[in-house]
């Protein structure tokens, strides 16, 4: 099992930043993804980004690329998630998942999820 806590949400305003931060514990050396994930109100849960959790290479959806930055501190056992220039359309629960083989944006396809963490970004 992994559990997963995800903290630094909050209400900001356009064009702020926030820092997403994502705790993994328990069999955690049996880890090969971690992804972000978001959820609006009355939408499906959208792909944010990933990272091999013991690997070099991540990964970012498009709507994201260039706003929001992937991170991993493995001595933490931490993922984080850095969003810049928020818009009001990035406001969503955001979960971090893991699963324990090959990377895909497909939600229903990874193992263990957290908790998620509210981020609501005002006009």
């Known amino acids: 099992q992994v559990q997963l806590v995800e903290s630094g949400g909050g209400l900001v305003r356009a064009g702020d930043s926030l820092r997403l931060s994502c705790v993994a514990s328990?069999?955690?050396?049996?880890?090969?993804?971690i992804s972000w994930f978001r959820q609006a109100p009355g939408k499906e849960r959208e792909f944010v980004g990933a990272?091999?959790?013991?690997?070099?290479?991540?990964y970012y959806a498009d709507s994201v690329k260039g706003r929001f930055t992937i991170s991993r501190d493995n001595a933490k056992n931490t993922l984080y998630l850095q969003m810049n220039s928020l818009k009001p359309e990035d406001t969503a629960v955001y979960s971090c998942?893991?699963?324990?083989?090959?990377?895909?944006?497909?939600?229903?396809?990874?193992?263990?999820w957290g908790q998620g963490t509210q981020v609501t970004v005002s006009s």
């Open positions: 998942a893991a699963r324990n083989t090959y990377l895909t944006s497909l939600p229903d396809r990874y193992d263990y």
């Open positions: 328990g069999r955690t050396f049996s880890t090969y993804v």
């Open positions: 990272a091999h959790w013991r690997g070099n290479s991540i």
